[in-house]
């Protein structure tokens, strides 16, 4: 009990301990199971060491955290972990990896004698670390790939749910583009054609060669560089039922759906009678890459092979494959797919809208479309304070993931920072640059340099979320409408035109004005702190927190707040002075009431 054991259970005649592993410790494990589940049947034991030469000839060799290898990749993880999250730098393990990369690519590739040369992927896979744009960029120049415990969290649940066949949907991750020379050569006969002004190839496969292929851009793994991200995360309960009606003898006769973002190689068949000009037979070579085949509709069809036998994988399957759709027609032809199932979730209709409705000839929807981008653009950069703190949909939360995408978007709506609707059109807004994209990369700045300050002030409380009552859905809308005030403050007190300044001068700005709140944070009892910003929901509730912070804000800044704030305190002050005055007359009025009745059993 004293080296940290502690009982779990107490039996008859014995007791069960346990002990929680450290943060590192359990950081390698997670990765090792992770790749144990996607099916790597070599990997590393404890203390596991590539031994490599330098060109001098010294022999040497590099501890590895976690290996796995197979026939067609290696991976090579290095963990790092941190018990608090906070910054750390990661030069130095970064560049040993870097300058140790072609001896250790050599002594693994000793190993292939006579057979194809794996994939290598390099790995950094971390926890609790805010990554540093320097460190970022050497990862990036080292061809190594990051996982942060927000991808680690993703994977960890996609495999859950997929078992070893999810490997290819993580492997194209770190791979995509990247022709792999062990995917076998697959040639079937098909047609090509076209439908509605788009290529199409129509064909009949196996599982086994189309789930190397096939891609699922989940919502919950979403990048703001990538497709569109509206397929939900695969239902586990979905595949088993699936699964077990195919081993029942059941099939599918309906195609499955995919665009092809590496287009197959059609060779048309020279005969006589291949004549139409609409429709050709031919032999369709897929293409030997991950990532390929992105799935429109149908990813259960498909994944319902992925827990069984092998004898199962080369049953036939029907594909109807575009070639290289345009984003919003794909994701478009999934809406009018899917409008009459499983309603959508909120979150994911309002994430959909920064790939399809960007630039909207409705300023409504453009707007709204652009605040998703921003958000996103938030919660899927490692370096930002919200980083891995929004709920997403198919991902079991962890307890700091308690904020919700459309609640951030209709707070960025309601700020007007990205702009506001005037007789139709969109007047640009303090954080807005010259195009969608440049408004995306300046206000992902100015509230990641903004929120970290918040953030920095106490990590902890940050952390805890709802408990706190600082990182919480109602939390973040009022900040955002407090950036506004301050913004509205600064330009009417000193006559500055936020658009003119960079992203840098408006943060510095924001935190200036905002320093009273960023003590508050730091220095307030968890008590006051319950007091102030609790028990603060709906629009009322996002007013009310907001108020609380202009009136911390004020006791730096006496001038500051707007009249419909000034006209709040007042009203409050009013309601308070009334109530006083109230309870004054009421105790008045019992004192004299006693002493009567006092005296008259005295003196009757």
């Given at each position: ?35 144990a589940k996607m099916g790597y049947k070599e990997m590393n034991g404890e203390k596991f060491n590539v031994h490599f030469e330098h060109e001098n000839g010294i022999k040497d060799k590099k501890q590895i955290d976690v290996f796995g290898c197979d026939d067609e990749t290696v991976l090579i993880i290095e963990c790092k972990s941190k018990k608090n999250r906070g910054r750390r730098t990661l030069q130095k393990d970064l560049h040993e990896t870097i300058c140790l990369q072609d001896f250790i690519r050599k002594s693994v590739f000793s190993h292939y004698n006579g057979k194809s040369l794996p994939k290598i992927v390099w790995i950094y896979v971390t926890n609790n670390i805010i990554w540093s744009e320097p460190d970022v960029n050497r990862a990036r120049g080292g061809n190594i790939v990051i996982i942060t415990e927000n ?151 498909l994944y319902g092979y992925s827990k069984l036998d092998d004898k199962y994988l080369d049953q036939s399957l029907f594909v109807l494959g575009f070639e290289k759709m345009e984003t919003r027609k794909e994701a478009d032809l999934f809406i009018t797919i899917n409008h009459k199932q499983k309603s959508v979730p909120k979150s994911l209709l309002v994430s959909l809208l920064a790939d399809i409705r960007m630039g ?245």
């Amino acid at each position: 009990i004293a080296q940290g054991w502690e009982i779990s259970r107490k039996n008859k005649t014995s007791y069960r301990i346990k002990k929680q592993k450290s943060h590192d410790i359990l950081l390698e494990d997670k990765a090792w199971c992770l790749l144990a589940k996607m099916g790597y049947k070599e990997m590393n034991g404890e203390k596991f060491n590539v031994h490599f030469e330098h060109e001098n000839g010294i022999k040497d060799k590099k501890q590895i955290d976690v290996f796995g290898c197979d026939d067609e990749t290696v991976l090579i993880i290095e963990c790092k972990s941190k018990k608090n999250r906070g910054r750390r730098t990661l030069q130095k393990d970064l560049h040993e990896t870097i300058c140790l990369q072609d001896f250790i690519r050599k002594s693994v590739f000793s190993h292939y004698n006579g057979k194809s040369l794996p994939k290598i992927v390099w790995i950094y896979v971390t926890n609790n670390i805010i990554w540093s744009e320097p460190d970022v960029n050497r990862a990036r120049g080292g061809n190594i790939v990051i996982i942060t415990e927000n991808e680690l969290q993703y994977f960890e649940a996609f495999i859950k749910h997929m078992g070893p066949s999810g490997k290819y949907q993580i492997l194209s991750e770190f791979l995509k583009g990247q022709k792999i020379s062990g995917i076998p050569d697959v040639k079937i006969p098909g047609i090509k054609g076209c439908i509605g002004g788009e290529t199409f190839f129509s064909f009949v496969t196996t599982p086994r060669a189309l789930l190397k292929i096939a891609f699922v851009n989940h919502q919950a793994f979403n990048h703001p560089d990538g497709k569109p991200a509206y397929q939900r995360m695969i239902s586990a309960s979905r595949i088993k039922e699936i699964g077990k009606y195919i081993q029942e003898g059941g099939y599918f006769p309906t195609n499955i759906l995919v665009n092809f973002i590496n287009t197959p190689k059609f060779l048309p068949l020279s005969n006589k009678e291949n004549t139409d000009p609409n429709i050709k037979f031919g032999w369709i070579e897929l293409p030997k890459k991950y990532r390929s085949a992105w799935i429109i509709d149908g990813q259960h069809r498909l994944y319902g092979y992925s827990k069984l036998d092998d004898k199962y994988l080369d049953q036939s399957l029907f594909v109807l494959g575009f070639e290289k759709m345009e984003t919003r027609k794909e994701a478009d032809l999934f809406i009018t797919i899917n409008h009459k199932q499983k309603s959508v979730p909120k979150s994911l209709l309002v994430s959909l809208l920064a790939d399809i409705r960007m630039g909207a000839d409705d300023p409504k929807i453009a707007l709204t479309a652009l605040a998703s981008a921003v958000v996103r653009s938030l919660y899927s950069d490692n370096t930002s304070p919200l980083f891995r703190r929004y709920t997403l949909p198919g991902v079991p939360p962890s307890h700091s993931q308690n904020l919700t995408i459309s609640e951030t978007v209709n707070g960025l709506n309601r700020s007007i920072l990205l702009g506001k609707i005037i007789h139709g059109s969109i007047v640009p807004g303090p954080l807005s640059g010259a195009t969608d994209e440049k408004t995306i990369v300046r206000a992902r700045i100015i509230l990641n340099g903004y929120f970290e300050a918040i953030m920095e002030a106490n990590p902890e409380r940050w952390e805890l979320g709802k408990s706190a009552y600082i990182c919480v859905n109602p939390g973040i809308r009022a900040h955002l409408s407090l950036i506004t005030e301050i913004i509205k403050y600064l330009e009417h007190r000193k006559s500055i035109d936020f658009q003119l300044l960079k992203e840098q001068e408006i943060i510095k700005l924001l935190i200036e004005i905002a320093e009273p709140i960023i003590n508050y944070v730091r220095t307030a009892s968890d008590s006051e702190i319950s007091e102030s910003f609790s028990r603060k929901f709906g629009e009322g509730g996002v007013k009310e927190y907001l108020y609380k912070m202009c009136e911390i804000v004020k006791v730096g800044f006496n001038d500051f707040g707007s009249d419909e704030f000034k006209n709040y305190i007042e009203k409050r002050d009013d309601e308070r002075v009334s109530e006083a005055d109230q309870f004054i007359i009421n105790l008045t009025n019992d004192v004299t009431n006693y002493v009567i009745e006092v005296l008259k059993m005295v003196h009757g």
